[in-house]
């Protein structure tokens, strides 16, 4: 029987995820030098950070249930150097601007695994680099396209691999080739999340949970339960920043699903020829994202029902019976010896979408008003990123990562109901009915349908 929901399978089978209490919610108004909005991983690396820098900061988390409760605890766990918005960087700063970001982002894989050693942080991290595989001709020539740019933006150590040594590195069933960065790591999210807030705490950082924040104004964050007056306030909420007063329209909640295999057999690894551990994706334009969990299961994820009407989101983590049949169609398309193999958990999450698809950290000095997010379901690795620029503009300071081109990036808000629905829900479509006539007429290029969908959506 499939575990539906749960908040995700990371809680599910995490046997220390109830050992800490709650911690205590707001009591009444009170004050600190930087108030910070969401206990994911945007808001604790921002905290942490500050509090490393400034120890006499006095810094304050409020999150609406617990820290991890959102995309910290439910995503894939890929820990890698993808970062949404790097080409309209390059084409509105230039290319040289866009390269300092890529590499800042190959900097911060290796930052995320030396602090979580630095801080006995236990994250069942594994450094096997993310495969990204071609199934069909045409995502064989947008593989090869992918694989030039990255070379391009100076990840020299990128590979591409022919059909032969895609499988020898990953046995993915019609796979025509890959490409391979060293600059990724599967990891489990929500020891990540739980081991970062207790870093934080540590540091001497208030964290307050059942805390939900209804507004946020200049210089101050309200709750139900009183209001935290700071010189700077940070919006850290990313997928869930629409239930904030006049943000309904500010980032897209866009649903992502996943799905987790019961622990597989040391004879089916080796089918699978998976032994790297590394994370696995494809050039699919309704991609999916899988990894090889600790425990020796295969958690796998796409998109499912992307958007829910009114940027609602869900409480529990539960997904649609359609959306886990799809996954495992999926995943048994992928490893069909795994056909019939035991799902034991499905569960989603939300992910923030800007209008422009680009992720953007951002302060206004005048109202002290800052935020980071629109990830884009890259968030394991740009939140670190994010959280210490974040820190460098609160404190002041001109470094290299206050300059690079994704500091104060502004961008308009999404189209009001029901176009929003309307759209996403076309959108989705479109990359679907693409993915399929890509594979049933083997062409070698893209869909002009998906190339439609992408410059409609603003991908493009």
């Known amino acids: 029987m499939t575990i539906n929901g749960g908040i995700s399978f990371w809680y599910a089978t995490d046997e220390t995820a109830t050992d800490h209490p709650p911690r205590t919610p707001l009591t009444g108004d009170a004050t600190a030098d930087v108030v910070i909005v969401g206990g994911g991983y945007t808001g604790l690396w921002t905290a942490y950070y500050l509090k490393t820098a400034a120890p006499d900061l006095r810094v304050t988390v409020l999150e609406q249930k617990f820290c991890g409760y959102g995309a910290s605890g439910r995503n894939g766990g890929w820990l890698y150097n993808g970062i949404a918005g790097r080409d309209r960087y390059a084409a509105l700063h230039g290319h040289q601007a866009a390269q300092r970001l890529q590499h800042a982002m190959n900097d911060t894989v290796t930052e995320v695994i030396d602090v979580a050693a630095k801080e006995s942080i236990d994250a069942d991290i594994h450094r096997g680099g993310v495969l990204e595989i071609a199934r069909t001709p045409a995502q064989l020539t947008r593989l090869k396209a992918f694989h030039a740019a990255e070379l391009a933006f100076g990840e020299a150590d990128r590979e591409l691999y022919d059909a032969t040594d895609a499988r020898a590195r990953i046995n993915v069933a019609d796979a025509v080739g890959a490409s391979w960065t060293p600059h990724g790591a599967r990891i489990h999210p929500l020891k990540l999340v739980k081991g970062l807030a207790a870093a934080c705490e540590r540091l001497g950082v208030v964290i307050h949970e059942s805390t939900p924040v209804t507004e946020i104004a200049p ?143 951002t302060l206004d000095s005048t109202t002290g008003l800052g935020w980071a997010g629109g990830y884009v379901g890259s968030g394991v690795a740009t939140a670190n990123l994010a959280a210490r620029t974040l820190r460098d503009l609160v404190l002041g300071d001109k470094t290299d990562l206050t300059t690079l081109p994704w500091v104060n990036h502004r961008v308009r808000r999404w189209e009001p109901e029901p176009f929003r629905w309307l759209g996403v829900q076309a959108l989705y479509a479109a990359y679907r009915e693409a993915d399929r006539r890509e594979s049933t007429t083997h062409t070698p290029t893209t869909t002009p349908l998906a190339r439609l969908a992408d410059r409609i959506s603003g991908r493009g």
């Open 219 to 361: 210089r101050r964050a309200l709750t139900p339960y009183g209001t935290v007056r700071a010189p700077y306030v940070l919006r850290c909420t990313e997928g869930f920043t629409a239930a904030l007063k006049g943000q309904k329209r500010s980032w897209l909640p866009m649903n992502s699903s996943m799905i987790a295999t019961a622990p597989l057999s040391p004879d089916v690894w080796s089918q699978l020829n998976w032994s790297g551990a590394e994370t696995l994706g494809d050039m699919a334009h309704a991609y999916m994202y899988a990894q090889r969990t600790a425990d020796d299961r295969i958690a796998i994820g796409g998109r499912g029902v992307p958007y829910r009407y009114g940027s609602r989101t869900d409480n529990d983590g539960r997904t649609q019976p359609a959306t886990i049949a799809a996954l495992t169609h999926l995943l048994e398309s992928f490893f069909p010896t795994l056909t019939g193999v035991e799902i034991t958990h499905a569960w989603s999450g939300v992910l923030g979408v800007p209008r422009d698809w680009c992720a953007t950290v």
